[in-house]
T-cell receptor
Framework: EAGVTQFPSHSVIEKGQTVTLRCDPI?????LYWYRRVMGKEIKFLLH????????ESGMPNNRFLAERTGGTYSTLKVQPAELEDSGVYFC???????????FGSGTRLTVV | AQTVTQSQPEMSVQEAETVTLSCTYD???????LFWYKQPPSRQMILVIR??????QNATENRFSVNFQKAAKSFSLKISDSQLGDAAMYFC?????????????FGKGTKLSVIP
């Protein structure tokens, strides 16, 4: 089966601009997660979708971040307006159900200058 | 805050030797899961091994095994017969069943180098 796909793989934007990251989960995986790793720090949970619904968005840092999952398929994470501290690697992961570990994508490296 | 601690930022091992990566965690839950993920350079994270906290038997996957000490909240990863392809960042993670979410809490990672 195809893995979790994220694009772009890299994005460099200026402070104040908008960026949209996309994640295509494995087909049939109802659960989709977004995580972020800021340089030198731990990977942090952002939010969790079950199909098209937000199950848990407790990790979203502020209202500049907007996540959507259209029809329970792919997901987008929009940052508007981007700030310097938003730089990092954004990971998407998906799973069928339960607590069995996820399949991660390769990540999007976002640099805000 | 419930945390996961990996005290070794970097480690190295000779090819064919054995290395142990340490991980401790904090949790107030009695039922949870622990994971080790591997991220090779410029590649995606892959699941190496998974341990269910209610199982006392240590998980094993080929050359990878864990030493799970529930009372001590310790979850170390042992890699036997190390290979060049084992060079990667290794992340320890614990699941947290908040809001039915099964979100993961990660450690900062250990960078493992394998010396030929």
């Amino acid at each position: 089966e195809a893995g979790v796909t994220q694009f772009p793989s890299h994005s460099v934007i200026e402070k104040g601009q908008t960026v949209t990251l996309r994640c295509d989960p494995i087909s049939g995986h109802d659960n989709l997660y977004w995580y972020r790793r800021v340089m030198g720090k731990e990977i942090k949970f952002l939010l969790h979708f079950v199909k098209e619904s937000k199950q848990d968005e407790s990790g979203m840092p502020n209202n500049r971040f907007l996540a959507e999952r259209t029809g329970g398929t792919y997901s987008t994470l929009k940052v508007q307006p981007a700030e310097l501290e938003d730089s990092g690697v954004y990971f998407c992961a998906s799973s069928r159900s339960g607590n069995y570990g996820y399949t991660f994508g390769s990540g999007t490296r976002l640099t805000v200058v | 805050a419930q945390t996961v601690t990996q005290s070794q930022p970097e480690m190295s091992v000779q090819e064919a030797e054995t290395v142990t990566l340490s991980c401790t965690y904090d949790t107030s839950e009695s039922d949870y899961y622990l994971f080790w993920y591997k991220q090779p350079p410029s590649r995606q994270m892959i699941l190496v091994i998974r341990q269910e906290a209610y199982k006392q038997q240590n998980a094993t996957e080929n050359r990878f095994s864990v030493n799970f000490q529930k009372a001590a909240k310790s979850f170390s990863l042992k890699i036997s017969d190390s290979q060049l392809g084992d060079a990667a960042m290794y992340f320890c993670a614990r699941s947290f069943s908040g809001a039915g979410s099964y979100q993961l809490t990660f450690g900062k990672g250990t960078k493992l180098s394998v010396i030929p």
